[in-house]
């Protein structure tokens, strides 16, 4: 007989009040970086990244270092359920504002090159980090953020 143990909703899945949204995603990002788990999710594929990696390409252009990862599997996969629960269910703005606070956060990149990449000013990628994690913490009450304390 198989038995499976489900694991519970992202929300109740962790204590949440232990670490703001944006300590959680760093510390998500440095989770990701533990065993080379990261895939971009960009639109080039898995062959695309293995050919990159074996002619000696770097795809990774982080300026920032995350902290060093102090979260347990299942609480990075709770972070992830969140970020997958918002990009499926948020409008195509919203979705962006989260894209530029996961680019930083989790990413590690710096506002300068999401400016460049978005090809946006430098205070509107501050702008739309600042309304990413606001929206996140707005429609989850568990959460809490350094701009909401």
Excluded at 109 to 115: K, L, N, Q, R
Aim: include cysteine.
């Amino acid at each position: 007989m198989n038995t499976t143990t489900a694991r519970p909703h992202f929300s109740v899945a962790i204590d949440w009040k232990a670490r703001t949204i944006e300590q959680w995603l760093e510390q998500y990002g440095s989770w990701l970086l533990i065993d080379n788990r990261y895939e971009s999710l960009d639109a080039k594929g898995v062959m695309g990244h293995l050919l990159d990696l074996a002619q000696g390409q770097t795809a990774d252009h982080r300026r920032r270092a995350l902290p060093r990862c102090n979260i347990t599997d299942n609480e990075a996969l709770a972070v992830e359920a969140l970020l997958c629960h918002v990009y499926s269910t948020e409008t195509t703005k919203v979705k962006k504002w989260v894209q530029v606070a996961v680019n930083y956060h989790v990413d590690g990149m710096s506002e300068e090159t999401i400016a460049h990449r978005y090809d946006i000013s430098r205070f509107a990628v501050t702008r739309d980090k600042m309304l990413g994690i606001v929206r996140i913490v707005s429609k989850h009450s568990y959460l809490r953020s350094f701009y909401t304390d």
